[in-house]
């Protein structure tokens, strides 16, 4: 399965923004799919996960509330909405998709089998 993000961009705080990604290769609907980020200088960490029916998602308490992730199945795409952006959500945003055993592995990248190239969000202040 090959992972395209895209949506990335510069915006202020408090902006809007709706990254996509949209798998080929492969069914996603077959996957349980998720968002990593990574700042400059730190590890690549989790940020919303949800589940391949789509009836569960979890989320990184620094997100939650702010962000939602969704998928269409039928257009093979993920969705990461990011509202109320800060200057600490500034990163590189990764795709991703995978089958978790349990979805409390989702926050560990090493379970993760397919991943996208990233997709650069800058929030200024």
């Known amino acids: 399965v090959q992972l395209q993000a895209s949506g990335g961009g510069l915006v202020q705080a408090g902006d809007s923004l709706r990254l996509s990604c949209v798998a080929s290769g492969g069914t996603l609907n077959r996957y349980d799919v998720g968002w990593f980020r990574q700042a400059p200088g730190k590890e690549r960490e989790f940020v919303a996960t949800?589940?391949?029916?789509?009836?569960?998602?979890y989320y990184t308490n620094s997100v939650r509330g702010r962000f939602t992730i969704s998928r269409d199945n039928a257009k093979n795409t993920i969705f990461l909405q990011m509202n109320l952006l800060k200057p600490e959500d500034t990163a590189v945003y990764y795709c991703t998709a995978g089958k978790m055993t349990v979805q409390i592995m989702a926050i560990n990248s090493k379970y993760w089998d397919y991943w996208g190239q990233g997709t650069l969000v800058t929030v200024s202040s």
């Open positions: 949800v589940q391949r029916t789509g009836s569960r998602s």
